[in-house]
Every structure is written in C-alpha cells, then in structure tokens.
C-alpha cells in the first residue's frame, strides 16, 4: 500500500457474510470514532477501470501498471510502479489526460505521442500496442471518521468490485459488444483506512482496530491480479519462451512432443492477433514459432515415433505457413525501420522517401489480404488440428516410463524409446558440429550462400539449446548461449541487409514501371541501398572475430562442459578433437 493507506480485503473461506463484516467494521471503529457516511466525497461512487498492457505483457515485466480511468471532468490513463515516475503534487504515478479513447480496442503508441504517459513507456512498449486486459467495476461507500471535536481524521473506504466484461483466456480482447450479456464475476471486497493530513496516529488507530475484526485479513494482491484470476489469467501468462516441462529422464518422444506442443500454443494465440493486425509482433512471433516448429522436426522428428512420410508431410506444410508469412513480414520489417532509415539520409531528404513508403503500405496491404486468406483456410485450421491430436496421443503413448529405455555407446536404439536427456545431448552434439565445421570452412573468398548457409546452421544449434534448456546448468548455458547470440547477430546482419537490398531494386524497379517513382525517390532509395551495403561489409569483416569466439577451442570446451554428464558427452568430445585437427590442417 502507499504511505498513509492501509488495506484489508475480506477472507473467502470465511463464513460471514460480507455485511455482517461491514457491520463488524462499523461498530469496531464507532468505539472510538464518530462514523458518518460521507455523501457524493471524493472516491464514492461506481467506478469502471480498464487495465492496459500488450499481449506479451512488457509493462508487467518493466514492474509497471497502466490503467484507464473514465471521468466527466476528463479521463486518464494512469502509470504507476517501478519507472512510471511520479507527479510532484499529488505523489502519485505518472498521468496523461486522454480524448476519445476506447479502453475496449487495442491503441498503437501514436495515440499517446507527446503524453508524459506515453513517453514513459514508449521504449518498453513499442512497437507493440496496448491491449487491454482486464476491467472492473467498483462500487465505493466512504465514511468519515471523526474525532471528539467532530474533526475528520481518518476515512474508511469500502469497494465492492466485479470484473466487468471478461476477455477470452490467454487470448486477444473482444470485439466490442462481445461482453453482452454476461454476468459480471463478483472479487472480494477491499476495505481501505487513509490518512487525514495532520492525524497520522487517528489512521494508525483505526487500521489496528479494523484488523482485529474477524473475516479480514491484509491486502497483498493488488485487484487487478485478482481480477486476472477471476478470468483464469494472470500477468504473464503469455510468453513465446520455448519453456516446455521436460525433464533429462523423461522418453525422448514425449519431450518432443511437449516442446512442439508448447510451440503450436504460440502459434494459435497469436492467430486471432495476427488477422485484426494489432501490431506486427502477433506475425513475427507466429512466424518465429513456425520457424521453430520446422527446425524441431528436422532436428528431432524421428523421436516422435511417426512414420518418415508423415514427418514430411508436416514438415512442409509448416513451411508453407512459412511461405504465406513471409511477404508480410519482410514488408513489416521495411516499414518499422522506415522512420530511422528516413532520417538517416544525408543526401536525399526524408520526404523524398515518402513515395516508398506509399508503396510499401500498399504492397502490404495486398500481401495481408493473402495472409488472412490463408491463416483462415480449411488448410491451415486442419494443420493445427491434426498436429496438436498427433503430438497430444504421442505425449500419452509414451507417458509411461518404461518407455524410456536402452541408449548403447551413446546413440539411440531408436530415437523414439530414449530419453531425453540422451536426445539432448546427442541433437545438440550434432548441430554444434555443423556449425563449428561450416563456420571453420569460410574463408574472405568464400561466397554469401556460405555464410547464409551458416546462419541456418546456427539458428538450428540455438532452437535446439532453446528447446532443451530446462536440462541445462543455467550458468553454462547463459555463456553459450551469449556467444552464439553475437555471432548469430552478426550473420543477421549480413543476411538481412542483402535481403533488404534486393528487395528494394525490385521494388525500385516495379515502381518505375507503374509510374509510380519521382527521381529523387529512386536516388533516395539508391542512398538507402549504399547505407545498407556498408553494414554488410562490415557485417562480413566481423565475421571472423565472432565465430572464433564462439566456436574456438575455449567455445568448444564450454559446449562440451554444457553437455558433459549427459549421454553422448564422449562423443562431443571426440567431435571437437576432430574440428580442432581441421582447423589446425587450415
């Protein structure tokens, strides 16, 4: 609670009913105080607060708290908690008056732009918009409590919420008017005492009073937790963490199971996100988790049990759902880094680019027309549904633990009958090998598909440290992790900047054949092209350094030490002698 405030909230379990506290409360406090119902005071009344926060939950996660607040006088959207910086007259958290808003829809930052409230958050939040979460309706009786003089020197408050209109669980908010008709879910009644400027000790006083009335007990939880679980959520209960329950002893099909499992959760809860095009995150992590889902199955597929034809059946139509993802995603990318790319130009200006921009909306547009169709076809809903039934009957088909079961000199009998601690180490064996093989075999002459190929190779050795990062000591796993973060970021760079400047001569070039490109655009844009082949070169004389780092024989020992104790350690150990020798041969 804030200084001079003091909660209770009633106790559940307890048998009394809520008046019968109340009269409890009333007739404790009027022992020493006067207690007078305080008419249209300040707080009395039914208030309806709606609490803001995008999908994955950033706020939360920065130990902050935004919540609107309608009012006639104006309403608010107030920020409180750790960095939401606090008003010097009221001591309060930051506030923003804000016009014609609708709590019920999502907000992209834009509609905060210059507030003390959006500037709080704009580095947290962006490029995510504003969701809300839950809300709730308040009803508030005040009292006064007075002093022999008839002074107020404390007030009691009594709040009787509800959740007013409930969202889907774990899911994106309503359309509007979805809420029709249901019942609001009642939450347990608060009561708080607050301080009178001046008569600390009165409020101090009438808080012990009230805790000794039966049926009460402190407030810990702030009401919009307890307003989440109402509703069977609670704050960050999503994540597109790769965070399955695995365990080193469990069979290897169910942990495979369970990881790609976990990966088709985040694809369907970012679906419905993704079609209202709430903001670009809801694709990009429904694309990442795709992406995943394939390097699962190619890294581990065969632990499942099914039968090769059936791994190859979902294994291209995940990537069909990536093809269908990726038009809008790459123009996403063109247009979230528009407004840096603009202002970086030194001999064009930033309104010389605005064409592009034009056409890069509209291209998009078309290209979300696309998506939609497919995320909404029969194709796609068949996909999810018959994979999450597959992988479901393979997680109890295996549940079993005598299905966990004979490895011989480290490698499998059958994949399916290991466990998974084996399928750890023998997978991440394996594509830490690719990488430290492929990596080794660039030289300055070697051309882009290698290291395009490489960064393939890398981003498979990170899904499966990712998949299988409950079996692994935190702290060998954070530095092996970090390394191959930095090297993974440096052939992004190269990769990406290449991607990017082919598709903007193609674009250049279908502009200037719909007449649709002034000259100072097509110069403009040429400028945008020389910038990011500058980062690519720089990009490629960073390579060598980067991969040394991770893959050296110092990076070789801390992969085997992050494998070492598992199945298979022998044979890592064996592999890295023989990429050390190689390396040695060059």
Avoid at 65 to 70: A, S, T
Avoid at 121 to 126: F, H, I, Y
Avoid at 361 to 369: D, N, P, S, V
Avoid at 555 to 573: P, V
Wanted: hydrophobic share 45%.
């Amino acid at each position: 609670m804030t200084p001079g405030l003091a909660g209770f909230i009633a106790d559940g379990s307890d048998p009394q009913t809520w008046d019968d506290i109340t009269s409890a409360v009333l007739a404790a406090l009027a022992a020493e105080f006067d207690v007078v119902p305080e008419r249209g005071g300040t707080g009395a009344g039914v208030r309806r607060t709606t609490w803001l926060d995008t999908f994955d939950w950033r706020l939360h996660k920065a130990g902050m708290r935004l919540e609107y607040v309608p009012g006639r006088g104006g309403s608010e959207l107030r920020l409180s908690g750790a960095g939401a910086g606090t008003d010097a007259d009221t001591g309060r958290g930051t506030a923003q008056l804000v016009t014609g808003w609708q709590a019920s829809r999502p907000h992209l930052l834009a509609a905060l732009a210059g507030g003390p409230v959006g500037d709080r958050v704009a580095g947290v939040v962006a490029p995510r918009a504003l969701i809300p979460v839950v809300a709730t309706s308040t009803a508030t009786a005040v009292y006064r409590l007075l002093n022999e003089d008839s002074k107020t020197v404390a007030r009691l408050l009594i709040d009787r919420p509800s959740v007013a209109g409930q969202f889907t669980e774990g899911a994106t908010p309503r359309t509007p008017g979805d809420e029709a008709g249901q019942q609001p879910v009642p939450l347990p009644p608060r009561l708080t005492i607050t301080e009178v400027r001046g008569y600390p000790g009165q409020a101090r006083r009438a808080t012990r009073l009230v805790a000794d009335v039966p049926g009460l007990e402190p407030a810990t939880t702030l009401l919009v937790a307890d307003a989440l679980c109402a509703i069977g959520r609670r704050p960050g209960d999503y994540s597109n963490k790769v965070d399955a329950a695995i365990s080193a002893d469990m069979p290897a099909a169910a942990a495979a199971a369970a990881i790609l499992l976990r990966l088709l959760d985040t694809i369907e809860a970012n679906v419905d996100g993704t079609l209202k095009d709430i903001d670009t995150e809801f694709l990009h992590d429904l694309r990442v988790s795709v992406r995943r889902s394939r390097s699962a199955l190619k890294l581990f597929g065969d632990a499942l049990g099914l039968s090769k034809g059936k791994i190859a059946f979902f294994a291209a139509e995940f990537k069909w759902v990536g093809d269908l993802t990726t038009p809008t995603r790459d123009l996403d990318v063109h247009l979230l880094d528009f407004e840096e790319t603009a202002r970086g130009l030194a001999a064009a200006k930033p309104d010389d680019l605005e064409p592009f921009r034009a056409y890069l909306e509209q291209r998009r547009r078309k290209e979300f027309r696309a998506l939609t169709r497919g995320l909404r076809s029969a194709r796609f809903t068949g996909l999810t549904r018959e994979w999450r039934a597959r992988l479901t009957k393979i997680q109890q088909e295996y549940a079993a633990p005598a299905r966990a079961s004979r490895a011989r000199s480290g490698q499998f009998e059958k994949a399916a009958e290991g466990t998974a601690g084996l399928l750890a180490a023998e997978r991440t064996r394996v594509a830490f090998a690719k990488v430290a093989r492929r990596g080794a075999a660039i030289t300055a002459d070697s051309p882009a598909e290698a290291l395009h190929d490489l960064r393939k190779r890398c981003k498979e050795l990170r899904y499966a440290l990712e998949f299988f990062a409950p079996l692994h000591d935190p702290a060998a796993y954070a530095k092996v992790v970090g390394d191959l973060k930095r090297l993974q970021d440096c052939l992004g760079e190269f990769q990406d900047t290449e991607v990017q400047i082919g598709e903007i001569r193609v674009l250049a070039a279908a502009m200037l054949a719909a007449r649709e490109a002034p000259a100072v655009t097509l110069l403009a844009m040429g400028e945008v092209t020389a910038g990011l082949a500058a980062r690519q070169r720089a990009a490629r004389t960073d390579f060598e350094r980067r991969f040394a780092a991770f893959a050296d024989i110092d990076g070789q020992r801390r992969m085997s030490a992050l494998l070492r104790g598992r199945a298979g350690g022998t044979a890592i150990n064996a592999d890295l002698r023989d990429i050390q020798h190689q390396g040695r041969r060059r």
